[in-house]
């Protein structure tokens, strides 16, 4: 508060400069043992990514897209912007158009018994914007060679199954620029609700997933003025508290040994040319 009003208003509460960025503080939240964890910040969007000691600023990582942003503690978040649920958000806002309404839990339980293996990018120019986005879907499929799928329950599993894969490809993508051992993937944010992406996620990582909690960025913000206020006094010690506090779920990968390994190889080859297709808005 400036001096005139802390004046006349007498003693006001203590103000803290928090991890101040959502995703900062979501990073803080995660309920990591130890330090050789991968990120998720998942919902509509997603971030992608490894703390650090130090920044990252390399040729490689430069071309792979990553950004290196601050974090509590003099830490770095060494991330990625990857696609999120955007993409099935607008798939049911266009079905509910069409008359058929669909929550995200019947879309996730559809796309439990529905065909495995139809793959997108979920990061090519074609899906970030508003619009018919099953037509988009749908000619990505048709010029990479793969039948197009028609009913919602293939659409999701679709969806999911890419970005299962795209977050695996880019966890694979940290480990190999700050040449870190990821053993585990906390996933936080709206997407750890997913249980079928979580274990997707798993399964396409080949590594565990922890799911939750949901409101990461709160609680990093929360426990941060705690250490402030000498409540915690280590990073260690807040995520401590987090883990105390909160219910997480953790997937193991337990995927078919080998369909995932054949959908990791279809996916990156299908990376490798996605760049060139020109999809227009519309389809």
């Known amino acids: 508060m400036l001096p005139d009003v802390a004046e006349e208003l007498g003693s006001g509460p203590p103000v803290f400069a928090v991890a101040s960025h959502d995703t900062a503080s979501a990073v803080v939240g995660v309920p990591a043992k130890s330090p050789d964890f991968a990120y998720i910040s998942s919902g509509t969007w997603s971030l992608v990514g490894v703390e650090t000691r130090k920044p990252v600023v390399t040729p490689e990582a430069m071309e792979a897209n990553f950004t290196n942003e601050g974090g509590f503690g003099g830490r770095t978040r060494f991330l990625k912007n990857v696609m999120g649920l955007w993409i099935l958000q607008e798939c049911r806002r266009q079905w509910a158009r069409e008359g058929r309404e669909y929550s995200y839990a019947e879309l996730a339980r559809l796309a439990e018994d529905a065909p495995s293996g139809t793959l997108v990018d979920p990061d090519h120019p ?28 293939a659409f999701a599993r679709c969806i999911f199954e890419s970005l299962a894969l795209k977050y695996g490809y880019a966890i694979e993508q940290a480990q190999s620029l700050t040449d870190q051992k990821i053993g585990t993937v906390n996933v936080v944010g709206g997407g750890s ?37 000498g ?52 389809g």
């Open 126 to 153: 074609a899906f970030l914007t508003p619009g018919d986005m099953t037509a988009r879907i749908r000619r990505f499929c048709e010029e990479t060679g793969q039948t197009p799928p028609e009913e919602p329950a």
């Open 193 to 229: 609700q997913n249980a079928l992406l979580c274990r997707l996620t798993a399964d396409a990582s080949g590594l565990p997933v922890v799911a939750g909690p949901v409101e990461a960025t709160a609680m990093g913000n929360v426990m941060v003025q705690a250490f402030a206020r």
């Open 231 to 282: 409540r915690v006094g280590s990073l260690e010690e807040i995520r401590a508290v987090v883990r105390d506090s909160f219910e997480a779920t953790t997937y193991e990968p337990g995927g078919d040994g080998e369909e995932w390994p054949g959908l990791r190889e279809r996916f990156s080859k299908l990376l490798d040319v996605a760049h060139v297709l020109d999809i227009p808005e519309g």
